[in-house]
Every structure is written in C-alpha cells, then in structure tokens.
C-alpha cells in the first residue's frame, strides 16, 4: 500500500511539474509611452496576451500611449499570460462647472482652479454688491450649474463692482443704443 500510495504521488508531482511548466518564463518586455497598436504587436512576439483595462486623461500626455502595464517589464511570466494595460485617453477631459453664482470672486476662483481652470478672464460690471459672481462663460456662452467644459479652457467670470446694480447697468447701455440709432 505504502508503495502504491509512493507511486502515485510521484506520477501526480511529475505531471504538475509538466502541466505548469515549472521553470518555464519569458521576461515581460516594456511597452509604456507606446501606442497601443504597437505595445500589442511586441507583447505578441514575446507570447503574451494584452489587455486595456483602463483609460486616464494625463495633462500633456500622448493620446493612446500606454502610460502603465502590469506586470512590470522586466518581470518573468508564463507563456501565453496576459498583461494589462492603462492608457492615455484619446478624449480631452471634461470638466461639470459648479454653480458659483453668488458666490465671491476669491471663492470662485479658487475653485475654478481646483479644478483645473487657471485660464481665467475677469470681468467687471456695475451691480449692487462689489466682488460677487454674476456668471461664467465658456466662448461667449453663459455656463449653467453642472455644464461640462474641456479642462484648462480659458473660461469668462462677470464679477460685481459695486455702485448700481447689472440691470440698471443694461438698461442704461440699451437706452443709450436707441439714442445713437436715431441720431
């Protein structure tokens, strides 16, 4: 029994060591800064399989560039393994604008650049309250709460200066339009 029970745990450890191909490895070549296309093309002719399983916006990065791979390169890896790659988003980042209406002109800013914006125009109108957000605007067109704009664009703050408020301010520009037109 002793014997039989020797036997068969020799046949078992023989056939593992050949099922999982004990000291059998290839070195997992470095693909980061390239394109996808052709991080696949070498990890193929090393026998490994890839995978992308994430994409990141990078501020100056590469769109479509691997920027992260695991396993390491250099590490050693079965045949046929696959390795996972992270890439640069070809898309540029979008980012919702909070509601700052109200808000101060420090507050905001502050935040707009919390956010990535550091693009900032500022401009002033007469309104009843000094230094108090009226509006933000991305090309001309007025942002609402939660409207998405590419990263570090170059966005337009309408701050309060004091003294009389923005309605007052239009209608008195408006008025002063007609009188130009019929003169």
């Not at 020797?6 to 070549?29: G, M, Q, R, W």
């Not at 990890?43 to 691997?66: M, N």
């Not at 956010?115 to 900032?120: H, S, V, Y």
């Amino acid at each position: 029994m002793i014997a039989v029970s020797l036997v068969l745990v020799a046949v078992v450890l023989f056939i593992l060591n050949i099922y999982t191909k004990h000291d059998e490895s290839v070195t997992v070549p470095g693909v980061k800064g390239l394109q996808v296309e052709e991080a696949r093309g070498i990890l193929k002719s090393a026998t490994l399989e890839c995978e992308i399983v994430d994409s990141i916006f990078v501020t100056g990065g590469v769109p479509g560039a691997v920027i992260e791979q695991t396993p390491k390169e250099q590490s050693k890896v079965k045949e046929g393994r696959t390795i996972f790659l992270t890439i640069q988003a070809k898309g540029i980042q979008m980012v919702a604008i909070p509601e700052l209406k109200d808000y101060s002109r420090r507050q905001a800013e502050a935040q707009l650049n919390s956010l990535g914006f550091d693009k900032i125009i500022i401009d002033e109108v007469p309104s009843a309250y000094a230094g108090i957000v009226i509006s933000i605007s991305y090309k001309g067109k007025e942002l609402s709460s939660n409207q998405k704009v590419p990263k570090g664009a170059t966005l337009r703050m309408t701050v309060g200066a004091g003294g009389e408020s923005y309605q007052d301010s239009i209608q008195e520009q408006d008025a002063k339009i007609d009188e130009s037109f019929f003169e």
